[in-house]
T-cell receptor, first 110, second 112 residues
Framework: KNEVEQSPQNLTAQEGEFITINCSYS?????LHWLQQHPGGGIVSLFM???GKKKHGRLIATINIQEKHSSLHITASHPRDSAVYIC????????????FGEGTQLTVNP | DADVTQTPRNRITKTGKRIMLECSQT?????MYWYRQDPGLGLQLIYY???????NKGEISDGYSVSRQAQAKFSLSLESAIPNQTALYFC???????????FGEGSRLTVL
């Protein structure tokens, strides 16, 4: 069983919909990153969280350390949000090395 | 300049050839990483370096070596490439105390 599990693996939405991507992990962590990867493109870190909630534009990320769970929400989704979203954790004893989920492929249709 | 630059971006080579992927960064970070991405498997850590004199193996280091030539430069070598090393390779840098994490654009390697 992977230490970092994401759901769903694939998600298709209509433009304007509210989207939630979930990440559960089974290890102690010091922080968690949400990453975005566009087709053929590089990877961008959207958020780093160690507690609570962060917001940037239409993106909101939350983390519950006790429940070992994080969510990424996209409000008013747009076709340009179509990408793979990856949850990555920094395990408590790993320095800053990341352990990755397998990613969620999001497609937003106009 | 991009924060993290990888060269080459694409490379096709033959089995047995030596290949070097280069990475340079302008963020001034001490920590640098090489990852490999395969479809359906996510990203896996090959090697990492927390400063110029510190090199560590990751989860899948067999068949790979690295060199940290300077704080800004971290190269990945495949001494004798094999087809199952065909993948997308990413270099990354981080400063976890600032919450900073930057990836390069990726180097797509095909070994025939």
């Amino acid at each position: 069983k992977n230490e970092v599990e994401q759901s769903p693996q694939n998600l298709t939405a209509q433009e304007g919909e509210f989207i939630t991507i979930n990440c559960s992990y089974s290890v102690g962590i010091s922080a968690l990153h949400w990453l975005q990867q566009h087709p053929g493109g590089g990877i961008v870190s959207l958020f780093m969280l160690s507690s609570g909630k962060k917001k940037h534009g239409r993106l909101i990320a939350t983390i519950n350390i006790q429940e070992k769970h994080s969510s990424l929400h996209i409000t008013a989704s747009h076709p340009r949000d179509s990408a793979v979203y990856i949850c990555a954790v920094i395990k408590g004893t790993s320095g800053s090395r990341l352990t990755f989920g397998e990613g969620t492929q999001l497609t937003v249709n106009p | 300049d991009a924060d993290v630059t990888q060269t080459p971006r694409n490379r096709i080579t033959k089995t047995g050839k030596r290949i070097m992927l280069e990475c340079s960064q302008t963020k001034g970070h001490d920590r640098m990483y090489w990852y490999r991405q395969d479809p359906g498997l996510g990203l896996q850590l090959i090697y990492y370096s927390f400063d110029v004199k510190d090199i560590n193996k990751g989860e899948i280091s067999d068949g790979y070596s690295v060199s940290r030539q300077a704080q800004a430069k971290f190269s990945l070598s495949l001494e004798s490439a094999i087809p199952n090393q065909t993948a997308l390779y990413f270099c990354a840098t981080s400063d976890p105390f600032k919450g900073e994490l930057f990836f390069g654009e990726g180097s797509r390697l095909t070994v025939l």
